[in-house]
């Protein structure tokens, strides 16, 4: 229902109320019938559920499987082994995502807790709840709003409705309907539910009341929105499906080939998939990626990012596009003056500092006060000059109805008046010549092409017993003009400038006036600003017209959180991964909608928090810009771990599909192979989660997130490397005697060649040994680890009890030292060579083009 455009009686008749009010009766039972004034609850995950969705991952689910087979036929010991592995990894999965988002209750916070109503003509306090549809609600200065009211009696009534559109200046209230369409910013004749009276009275009519409200709606639009799932989520259900068919199409080939060729008994084919699966599946990288997001998500908060979920911290490293609100976002939140066009410094500044509300003593500094934006920019600008207040004897407060506010003070044996307001209505009232006008008309013309808000200043020497009357403002002196505007943060513009070398578009959204927003579009360096996109604009569009036009448009004006929820999906739909900013309630569901929600922590209302992704705690743009930075480092990184892991994990595997297909015994035991995993995930795998940026980090585009993470390039690694570890490994161990002193060679030579391999996966293509060898210490620390260990479960009696392996020699050591070293000499010469080869074929692309 469009309640702004009809007639408060035609409001009254529709919702059935009376000019006292309803009667308590009445209100009871409307309260039964319609239900209470609130926001309606979505029913929350159970914790058990959110712990036990740890465990569906497909290739836990395998190791589970894997586990239960080893109890059936009695291996209890490598049965716990494997099941405790898995546990493991579902509790540190649970604990590092138990934040759970909590948007209703910050939704719940906007709203009062308690309401002025009128019943059978009588004032009464009801708690905000009970407040019904129908009900005469007065207002007063300092009220949060609440239900969505339309005015019927108004009284210098300025409403801050921020939270709604985002815009920090109090609306000034009016009661008359309005005949075109109007958005809620433009329903002057409306207060909102969780809007809050800044100064004046009124007396309105609930017209909407609970989810049927504006913010109600946000909620429900916030509720509706699904999560996004995150590209590196994506990639790793990705990444498990292909491990998974890829063991799968293994064990049912040497099921079949053993079975046929070798007539292998079952228990020992049994045995022999159990390794196969242990071998190949690479059960620690859940908690090393974990363990990679999570110091990443520590090293953000060190640069005022807080991240809520974690795959959310590699999200920002694949963001193509920024969407963001203007005020308090790019702009500074705070009204200030920006140009002064005067040939009368002195009076203009004094009518600054007189014809106001605000200021009653010489000590207060502007900072203390609190009230209308544009005197306090006044107050600021002239704050330096250090002007004592004039007595005040006589004042005429503004109203949009004249459009105009003055003063008179004593000024020796005479009076003046200050006079500021619209300069169209001081020049009317001003001794100009024509010539004179049109220069004043001219310079406020200019302003207003900036953005700015234009404010007039004259003045009048009177008789020191003049009253001062709307009649008595005549021939007045017109003193000057200044331009008011809410300014971008400079800290914003060089982010804007950063993003834009990384390859990210940035696109304003914002429900300010088309001028404004162009011009706030233009001071923060925006590519596109000639044409700019409002929200009645977007309404007649398909859902296809508006997806073409997102994409040569970075400003937006006018709109409504519909419009943002609508650019941020049109944006998903031409396949771009978006961010968006916010801080006000009405950004909350194109937050969530996101890629990646960004909100303010300073100035953001808690809605926006919890619906976002990362809330920014110093209220800076340009902390994105570091964040992507920090994003793209850590995917850089999680590849290099993810390139370390598999070729480890395959080799592995080809042991044992080598040893079946030769009709061999097993060389390495499940229990062994599950040392091998683990005590590389303990230590080698975490170092490369500590691997500085590039150069090139944010220089360099956004990557193409249909790319996977394995490559053409990395499987074609992984093949030769775990043929490079398998082979020679193998090799040697054969040429020994005895089950265990093989196994223990093996063993060695796999944990040895994982060891330099890692530093191998330092730089995908540039050499390993380069300056920055030597900066990640946890590189270095995590080799003694490993080295300790290792030499443990080799020397120490106990662990060869439990793992099954013997001392070893000298000159054993050293002929493994030998083949670990020829696979890093091998990788290196690779690198090389693929580097020139992808150079060359990026040249002959690029000529081609």
């Not at 499906?241 to 292998?264: A, N, P, S, W």
Request: overall charge neutral.
């Amino acid at each position: 229902m469009k309640w702004y455009k009809q007639t408060a009686a035609e409001v009254m008749k529709h919702v059935q109320t009376f000019q006292k009010g309803l009667s308590k009766e009445e209100r009871s039972h409307r309260l039964t019938t319609n239900g209470y004034n609130k926001i309606a609850e979505k029913q929350q995950v159970k914790p058990w559920k959110k712990f036990l969705k740890h465990y569906t991952d497909l290739l836990m689910l395998v190791l589970l499987a894997a586990a239960i087979l080893k109890f059936t036929t009695g291996d209890v010991v490598e049965g716990s082994i494997i099941f405790f592995v898995v546990i493991i990894n579902g509790f540190v999965s649970y604990w590092q995502e138990r934040k759970a988002e909590e948007s209703l209750d910050g939704l719940k916070q906007m709203m009062g807790q308690e309401a002025v109503v009128i019943s059978a003509g009588q004032k009464i306090i009801v708690p905000v709840e009970e407040v019904v549809k129908g009900d005469l609600v007065a207002l007063k200065a300092g009220d949060v709003v609440p239900a969505d009211l339309r005015l019927l009696e108004v009284h210098d009534l300025f409403i801050e409705e921020s939270i709604l559109t985002g815009e920090s200046e109090a609306v000034e209230k009016q009661m008359e309907e309005i005949a075109e369409e109007a958005g809620p910013a433009d329903q002057k004749n409306m207060a909102f539910s969780g809007t809050l009276v800044q100064s004046g009275s009124a007396i309105g009519v609930a017209v909407e009341t609970g989810d049927t409200t504006e913010i109600g709606k946000i909620n429900h639009a916030l509720q509706a929105v699904a999560k996004q799932t995150t590209p590196l989520v994506k990639k790793m259900h990705q990444l498990n499906q292909q491990i998974f068919k890829g063991i799968l199409v293994l064990v049912v080939f040497l099921l079949f080939f053993t079975t046929f060729k070798h007539g292998m008994a079952w228990n020992t084919l049994f045995s022999a998939m159990i390794a196969l699966i242990v071998a190949m599946i690479p059960e620690g990288l859940p908690a090393v990626l974990t363990m990679i997001l999570s110091l990443g998500v520590k090293e953000m908060a060190q640069e005022h990012a807080i991240i809520k979920g974690m795959p959310s911290v590699e999200t920002l490293g694949s963001m193509t596009v920024i969407c963001s609100d203007k005020t308090g976002t790019l702009t500074k939140n705070e009204m200030t003056v920006m140009d002064v066009i005067t040939e009368e410094k002195d009076r203009v500044l004094d009518i600054m500092n007189n014809c106001q509300e605000l200021k009653l003593q010489d000590q207060q500094t502007a900072a203390e006060l609190k009230g209308n934006p544009t005197e306090l920019a006044l107050l600021h600008y002239v704050e330096s000059a250090q002007l004592q207040l004039k007595e005040v004897s006589g004042k005429i407060p503004f109203s949009s109805s004249y459009k105009y506010m003055a003063t008179m003070h004593p000024e020796k044996d005479q009076a003046v008046i200050f006079i500021k307001g619209a300069p169209e209505v001081l020049m009317q009232k001003a001794v100009l010549t024509e010539k004179e006008k049109q220069q004043w008309q001219q310079a406020a013309s200019n302003l207003a092409q900036k953005g700015q808000r234009v404010l007039g200043f004259a003045y009048k020497k009177v008789a020191a017993q003049q009253e001062l009357t709307h009649d008595s403002l005549t021939e007045l002196t017109f003193a000057g003009l200044a331009g008011i505007i809410d300014p971008p943060k400079e800290s914003a513009i060089q982010a804007v400038k950063e993003s834009q070398e990384a390859g990210i578009a940035v696109k304003m959204i914002t429900g300010d006036h088309k001028d404004t927003a162009q011009a706030i579009g233009e001071q923060i360096g925006l590519k596109h600003t000639a044409k700019v996109l409002q929200g009645k604009e977007i309404d007649a569009m398909t859902e296809e017209e508006l997806a073409l036009e997102v994409t040569h448009v970075d400003v937006f004006a006018r709109t409504t959180p519909e419009h943002k929820l609508r650019i941020v999906s049109a944006l998903q739909k031409n396949g771009e991964i978006v961010g968006m900013t916010g801080d006000g309630v009405n950004d909350a569901p194109a937050l969530k909608k996101a890629d990646i929600g960004i909100a303010m922590g300073i100035k953001g209302s808690e809605v926006s928090k919890q619906a976002a992704d990362m809330v920014l705690a110093d209220d800076n743009f340009h902390t994105i810009a570091k964040a992507v930075k920090e994003g793209r480092r850590i995917f850089d990184n999680l590849k290099k771990t993810i390139n370390f892991f598999l070729p480890t994990a395959l080799a592995q595997g080809l042991i044992v599909v080598w040893a079946l297909l030769a009709n061999q015994p097993l060389p390495l035991t499940p229990v062994q192979i599950l040392w091998v995993n683990m005590v590389t995930t303990i230590t080698l795998s975490y170092a490369l989660g500590f691997e500085k940026a590039s150069a090139d980090t944010m220089k360099r585009p956004p990557r193409n997130t249909k790319e996977g993470i394995l490559t053409g390039y990395s499987i074609f690694r992984i093949l030769y490397v775990s043929l490079l570890i398998m082979i020679p490994a193998y090799l040697l161990a054969m040429r020994f005697e005895g089950a265990a002193l093989q196994q223990t060679i093996l063993l060695q030579n796999i944990v040895l060649a994982q060891a330099l391999y890692m530093i191998n996966c330092r730089e995908l293509l540039e050499p390993s040994l380069n300056k920055d060898f030597f900066k990640n210490k946890v590189l270095f620390i995590s080799l003694g680890i490993l080295f300790l260990l290792q030499a443990g479960v080799i020397f120490l009696p106990v662990a060869q009890q439990l793992i099954g392996t013997t001392t070893l020699s000298l000159s054993q050591q050293l002929v493994i030292g030998g083949n670990v070293l020829l696979l890093f000499v091998v990788v290196e010469i690779e690198k090389c060579i693929s580097k020139r080869l992808m150079n060359k074929k990026s040249s002959t692309q690029l000529k081609q083009s």
